[in-house]
């Protein structure tokens, strides 16, 4: 009998021990674009941001209303990659396959910057391709830089929401109250306290770097629209490392 | 075995000897929505909101002399922003109420129970729509005496028997029964819970807001809107250099009809026609 044991053959020294990051990267965007949805939902939103863009009387590139769209669309993009996972359970088999939790935060997080990313670069080159009158002035390298930092800033809040929440209906709600009520109830208009906490949102923040509008210093909306998407991301990193599934 | 007692036992089960009234389609709906808690923290985020937007628009309020006359004094208890909040969570609820029961799979026990899905629907939607009416009830009378407390001896008019107070009463719980419908076809026609309720976020907030904000140039279309439509009927909206276009009152009371006429037909027509 002991003949016939079968011995695996021993491990070549060329092989790995630890995945590549291609491993886990190639996973990820398997459960992201492949569903027909996803691809469906994003060309839905690139062409109903642009028929409001164009229906925008407001003279200039990168008004802030037409925007709200992509906003909440990269947001449930993010938001979808982590609460389904938790919804279908198909996040305990990735965690047997990848118990490694902190790279995976990291490689979902960095899929979604990707995509997200993308959005915003084909958005932002659909709205210069709008006719607008000559005082709307040139594009600047800033503008279109916000308007590329947007999409991964919405995306890893939404996973934050997500992996706090974890349930499809509120987190849906969570990420349409943070990213798309909040800008519409507080502006920056009205008193003090509520010019400050609104210019905190990316709204605002974002709107200041790509239409010039608002009271902030660049630096200061530079560094808003960062710390969203540190925090963002910190918040999710630490959650779906220490919580139970 | 007595074949008889068999065919009077089967015929009683399948309900052709003793039909299912409508109120016991009524109590099995309304056990569906007090047997979960988030309609409960919902109800009183709505009431708690609507108390604390109330306080907080009429807390600076202050007037040059011999102005206050010339203010409504509605438009504090019935903030325009803090109802289209409300207007939004009633939506949500609607919607979470049909697309929560696709989601978990108790509609084919529901609809094993009871095959008249025409029934079920109505029923349905006279259980939200009941609890909608009863939460803006509860928003106005919370808003209604914290708005007068705070505005006390600067405006007058916000008792229960003041200009205009009655019809904004009634107008403000019908906003959110109107909400709590269209809420219920978009959640018959997504079906998906997180769908159903980006649906709902887009077509009370979203939607209005562009249209509202000149981003899409389409008064008329804004015009129709829920919110703007309460707007209309219950009181006028404060002064601000980009008064939103409100259509006149008869108007608005017949588009605050149709709102919720077409959205139950939708309902029923989706659920009827879709498969479970």
Sequence with gaps: ?245 | MNTTVVTATTAANIGITDRARFRDLVAAEWVKIRGQRWPCFLAAFCVLWDAFAAWSSARHVSFPPGAANSFNPLIYPFDDTAWSLLAVLAATFGALSVAGEYSSGLIRSTFVAVPARGRVVAAKALVVAVCAACVGLACSAAALPIAGSELAGKLTGLGPTGPGVPIAVVASALLLVISSLIGMAIGALVRHPAGAVTAAWSALLFVPELLGSGSVNLPAAAEGMPVQLWTAISHTQPQSPQPAPLAPAPVAWLLFAAWPMISVAVTVWVVRRRDV
């Design chain 1, 1 to 245: 009998m002991s003949a016939k044991t079968a011995v695996l053959p021993a491990r070549p020294a060329s092989a790995r021990r630890r995945a590549r990051v291609t491993d886990l990267v190639a996973p990820e965007w398997l459960k992201l674009w492949p569903p027909w949805y996803t691809a469906a939902a994003s060309a839905a939103v690139v062409v109903l941001s642009v028929v409001i863009a164009q229906h925008d009387p407001n003279p200039y590139h990168f008004d802030a209303p037409a925007w709200l769209v992509p906003m909440l669309a990269a947001g449930l993009l993010g938001a979808h990659t982590v609460v389904t996972e938790h919804a279908t359970g198909l996040l305990r088999s990735t965690l047997i396959a990848v118990p490694d939790r902190r790279r995976l935060v990291a490689v979902k997080a960095a899929v979604i910057v990707g995509v997200t990313a993308a959005l915003g670069l084909v958005l932002a080159y659909a709205d210069i391709g709008i006719p607008r009158p000559a005082t709307a002035g040139a594009v600047t390298p800033r503008q279109i830089a916000a308007c590329v930092a947007l999409g991964p800033v919405c995306g890893l809040v939404g996973m934050a929401v997500a992996a706090l929440v974890r349930h499809l209906a509120a987190t849906a709600t969570g990420v349409c109250a943070v990213l798309g009520a909040l800008p519409l109830f507080l502006q920056p208009k009205q008193n003090r306290w509520e010019h400050d906490v609104s210019n905190a949102l990316p709204y605002y923040s974002w709107s200041r770097l790509a239409s010039d509008s608002g009271t902030m210093t660049v630096p200061v909306a530079w560094g808003t629209l960062a710390a969203w998407a540190v925090a963002a991301f910190l918040i999710t990193f630490v959650v779906l490392d220490r919580r139970d599934v």
